[in-house]
């Protein structure tokens, strides 16, 4: 079943979602490193708040942002950060577990105000809207946690900071 990879794939990103979680100074939530860029703790918030995306795909034919509210996240602090991920993570993993891949398989619309933004098998939008997504910004937490000088943890093997 394919619903058994992305869980084994969910559950591996989530652990290293968490390494990066677990190293974020509360004490510069509030810092960004450009005008344009998000806050570290907003970044981090969107990087939780995307695993809500599993069951929202799964569970419906569509959904348009201007019509709709996705429930997105602002966790305070770290310990909160960290217990909101392994709850959306424990959330995406049970209805997954009950997922049989003609579900998987079925269309799937993204829209804002009826306007079409993407329409993909389900299978393709958990990868991109949650998996990728997740990747994209947990990197950019890792460029953060760089320009604060805290050391930054190995993810796909050892970082500069962990030989």
């Known amino acids: 079943m394919l619903s058994k990879a992305i869980i084994?794939?969910?559950k591996h990103e989530?652990?290293?979602t968490e390494k990066i979680l677990d190293r974020l100074p509360e004490e510069h939530f509030s810092w960004r490193p450009h005008e344009k860029s998000m806050s570290l703790k907003r970044l981090a918030n969107h990087v939780v708040e995307l695993t809500q995306w599993?069951?929202?795909v799964i569970k419906s034919p569509s959904f348009d942002f201007g019509t709709e509210v996705f429930p997105g996240k602002n966790a305070g602090t770290r310990q909160e950060l960290l217990e909101t991920l392994r709850t959306c993570v424990n959330e995406a993993v049970a209805?997954?577990?009950n997922t049989s891949d003609e579900v998987l398989g079925e269309r799937w619309t993204?829209?804002?105000s009826?306007?079409?933004?993407v329409e993909a098998p389900k299978k393709v939008l958990i990868?991109?809207?949650a998996l990728n997504h997740i990747i994209h910004h947990r990197g950019q937490l890792s460029v953060y946690l760089r320009l604060l000088n805290v050391p930054v943890p190995g993810l796909?093997?050892?970082s500069a900071d962990e030989k």
């Open 14 to 16: 989530s652990a290293s």
């Open 54 to 56: 599993i069951p929202v």
């Open 8 to 10: 084994s794939e969910l």
């Open 127 to 129: 990868r991109q809207l």
């Open 95 to 97: 209805v997954l577990e």
């Open 114 to 117: 009826g306007i079409l933004i």
């Open 156 to 158: 796909y093997g050892p």
């Open 110 to 112: 993204f829209k804002k």
